[in-house]
């Protein structure tokens, strides 16, 4: 375990050190170089806010009491054109995203059902939450968001869309139900949320995008906070709290 950060200080002949607990990052608040090296070559458990027993990654470090969360995009959550490509369908990087910036991506498609996917890391029967923001081109169309048969109706305006998905589904789609249909995305999460009290879609966690110690945590995908998930959840739309 990680949860403390010691220091030696040296007086005269005398060293003297302390421990400063770590509530949610490897980064600590320190003049100068505060963030330490941290390594464990195996799997262990992390209990949160809510006493459940997370199974963290080799290598991350593990902040006791504090909400996990843990975006499963794999290789990229804001790159698509990483992502697997439906037979007719294009990606195309630089697209006005809701920040003022160019990182968002359009998708389009020729034929029914074609668009994008990517295989999370989550497997099996366990509860799981997709979130991305999606705007239209035109409006209306319908997009397929996360698993097959969970849908979203777009408007030409960004927002953040979110569905349930429950059973053995594993990949994450984005795909229109119609032909010839264009939209744009941006920043896509799947979060494993089986036991959770609150499973509305927690804060964005990147994948693919910072490099050690990430978010904090040492390991690609995972931060950890200090307050409750202020996110709520209203005809699969996202409000941020």
């Known amino acids: 375990m990680s949860r403390f950060l010691t220091k030696g200080l040296l ?29 464990r070559a195996t799997t ?18 593990r902040m ?11 290789t990229s959550s804001e790159n698509f054109s990483a992502w697997l490509v439906d037979g007719a369908a294009t990606v195309t990087a630089g697209q006005s995203d809701p920040l003022g ?10 034929t029914a059902g ?16 997709y979130s991305v923001w999606l705007c239209g ?14 849908t979203v109706t777009l408007t030409t305006s960004w927002l953040r869309y979110s569905t349930l998905g429950i059973g053995t589904d594993t990949n994450f789609l984005l795909r229109p139900t119609g032909a010839n249909k264009t939209f744009y995305a941006w920043r896509a999460q799947a979060e494993q949320i089986a036991g959770q009290a609150n499973q509305n879609p927690s804060e964005y966690v990147s994948v693919g995008v910072l490099s050690a110690p990430y978010h904090g ?4 995908g995972v931060k950890y906070f200090n307050y409750l998930n202020p996110n709520t959840v ?8």
């Open 217 to 220: 945590a040492g390991v690609d």
């Open 137 to 150: 081109e035109v409006g209306g169309e319908v997009i397929t968001v996360g698993a097959t048969g969970l």
């Open 64 to 74: 006791q009491g504090a909400r996990r969360v843990r975006n499963g995009i794999v």
């Open 114 to 129: 074609n668009g994008v996917f990517n295989a999370p890391i989550f497997s099996g029967a366990n509860d799981k939450r």
């Open 101 to 110: 910036g160019t990182t968002a991506y359009k998708i389009a498609n020729t």
């Open 11 to 39: 007086r005269g002949s005398e060293v003297t050190s302390f421990e400063l607990q770590l509530q949610t990052s490897l980064v600590a608040l320190a003049r100068g170089s505060g963030t330490p090296t941290f390594t």
């Open 44 to 61: 262990a458990y992390q209990t949160d806010f809510e006493g459940k027993q997370n199974l963290v990654l080799s290598g991350e470090a």
């Open 234 to 241: 209203a005809d699969n739309i996202v409000t941020e709290g």
